[in-house]
């Protein structure tokens, strides 16, 4: 027998090691990526910002210029604080690690794995609680989940991932009224696309803060997430922050390309835009089920989607097979792309029903 | 009383936020930082490979071209497994993250601050072994410790900072065969500063992994570490590493510019000389003690260590003031900077002893 085999604790043995299929040429709307790449005149300047980083030097360690374009692109309050991750993982990561042995954290689902698997890296307790058949918060359940297992975070997405949906703001509410001894973790990582965000109540709630990530909005290539709070609660999670965690390449780029607000708007705008295209090319076809959209992908429930998706692929075009999450049988989901990809994607789609 | 104060654990609270001191317009001798910066030409090469990485894709999983690269700067084994982390500090976490509640780490001090601290932050157990008044490993406290605490994690670093010492190789290979349930975890950042490696010795102690970073050979910005380890021991770790944790700009600068072997090595060899240098200038200053270095630094004790070190802080040169940790009283420790940094460095500490 190995040495690890004895060495290594046996729920982290029995994960399946997570696979990414390799997208090899195929149009990729299966990962949430934007489909818009740089302007050539944008990665000219940027080149220039980068020539001058000292690579040999450690990075700024608390990564404050970077905070302040932040601020800027998403319009959050001075009094905020905010806390600097690679991508929101390492932000749920901090919150876990925040807890102590035997505290819990509840989420909602079927949601954003990585709550749940975090949890299990941080050796903390993992619940959950079903959201009703269409997709939104049982709030009785929740609100008798939270009374049973005191939950030490709440974990809710806003919008939620796989589903696409926001959830009622008065439920988000009861929720963070209700756990007043627990840190509700609202992850917009979405926010760019949809109508409502909470990161107007976040000074009004000591029990809110927020995730949100550049991932989704053109920039998945710098593993860049932040975590919204307030001032006094971001200063203690800074303490859990391994040092210099934001390197100085993430840093220079980020704040160059960060400062194009017109630009990424206008991205995310595009983006809406082709998901009621989807929408309603989608809901269009016969025997589809469509459910509504806030962030920049679809779920939808397709006959035989098993066979839809290979049909896909076979079409040179990756999107996200779901059928075999529980409560998400024969969907799939397809992250909005550009309009060719689209296109191209709704014509296989209907000549695969046609 | 504020929410944060009620919620988060009473010993990250505790936690004093660790504020790196600005170093202003300073010569930085503080940091075992490289002080060689990137020729001209390298820049535009490297610039132009920044220009085709498609940032608004998440990064390449697993990072294997960048492995590869980096099993050629380093002569590493294709037998031997490879895994990335943001700097050592994200690797040294999987390892905590890797033991059961309950489990101890044991290292031996004065340390790498980190190996304490992330214990705390994983909820492990941190025992030391306090080294020998030479800095040497006090192998029977040690062997004593292992069997009195049964450690899960022994870190070890090789060379050793603060001291720059190495350990006695065959005290390592003691404690390896002695702890033979526990993983040793050789943490060898300085190893291009130093004249021995277990790099080869890892294929023969299943219980036997290294930690290596590119941070002291001259990409401290990067934040890239990696840790070396039989392969099924890294497949299992692997498992603990958060999604795409090394970001495309890391990936695509890191396979360019660690391609340059001949150049990083030569600018070893420098630091070597100058550390050899900078080691006879201060042991021929009347009164201070240089501990022997196998590290880009030296530690060296001087009286009145304190004034000497806001003495050189005047004169506009940062070095890094120990003298208040436990068993380096009067203790400070210079990084090798450049030929003419160390020129003025040691003028400096002439003049003041002068």
Redesign the interface.
């Known amino acids: 027998m190995?040495?690890?085999k004895?060495?290594?604790?046996a729920d982290?043995?029995d994960?399946n090691?997570?696979h990414?299929p390799p997208a090899l040429d195929m149009i990729?709307m299966d990962?949430m990526?934007?489909?818009?790449?740089?302007p050539d005149e944008m990665?000219k300047q940027y080149?220039s910002y980068?020539?001058n980083?000292?690579?040999?030097?450690?990075?700024v360690?608390d990564s404050q210029e970077l905070k302040r374009t932040l601020r800027d692109l998403m319009d959050i309050e001075d009094e905020l604080g905010i806390l600097l991750g690679?991508?929101s993982?390492?932000l749920i990561?901090i919150l876990a690690?925040?807890?102590?042995?035997g505290d819990t954290i509840l989420s909602i689902e079927p949601s954003f794995v990585?709550y749940d698997i975090?949890a299990k890296?941080?050796?903390i307790n993992y619940k959950n609680v079903q959201l009703d058949d269409n997709f939104e918060i049982d709030i009785d359940s929740t609100i008798h989940a939270i009374k049973k297992y005191n939950p030490?975070l709440i974990f809710i997405a806003y919008p939620n991932n796989p589903t696409g949906n926001s959830f009622s703001r008065s439920h988000i509410i009861d929720i963070i009224n209700t756990a007043s001894?627990a840190?509700v973790v609202l992850d917009e990582a979405y926010y760019a696309y949809a109508d409502d965000s909470f990161l107007k109540d976040v000074a009004n709630f000591?029990?809110l803060v927020l995730l949100r990530t550049v991932?989704k909005i053109?920039?998945?290539?710098?593993?860049l997430g932040l975590l919204i709070g307030?001032k006094?609660?971001v200063?203690?999670?800074?303490?859990?922050r391994?040092?210099?965690?934001i390197?100085?390449?993430?840093q220079v780029?980020a704040r160059f390309?960060l400062q194009h607000k017109n630009e990424i708007n206008n991205n995310a705008n595009t983006i809406i835009e082709q998901r009621t295209y989807l929408t309603d090319a989608l809901t269009n076809i016969n025997g589809l089920l469509v459910y509504p959209s806030q962030a920049n992908f679809l779920l939808f429930q397709a006959p035989n989607a098993d066979n839809l998706f290979e049909n896909l692929k076979d079409n040179g075009i990756l999107i996200k097979n779901l059928s075999n999450v529980p409560r998400l049988t024969n969907c799939l989901r397809v992250t909005v792309g550009s309009v060719e990809q689209n296109r191209q994607f709704i014509e296989v789609v209907r000549s695969y029903y046609g």
């Open positions: 190995s040495f690890i004895n060495w290594l604790r982290i043995q994960i090691a997570y990414v990729k990962a990526e934007s489909p818009f790449s740089l990665i080149l980068l020539a980083v000292e690579l040999n030097r450690y990075p360690p690679n991508g993982d390492e990561q690690l925040a807890c102590k042995s990585m975090i890296f941080t050796r030490k001894e840190l000591p029990n991932s053109g920039f998945a290539g710098l593993r307030d006094g609660t200063e203690q999670l800074d303490k859990l391994l040092p210099y965690n390197n100085s390449l993430t780029s390309l």
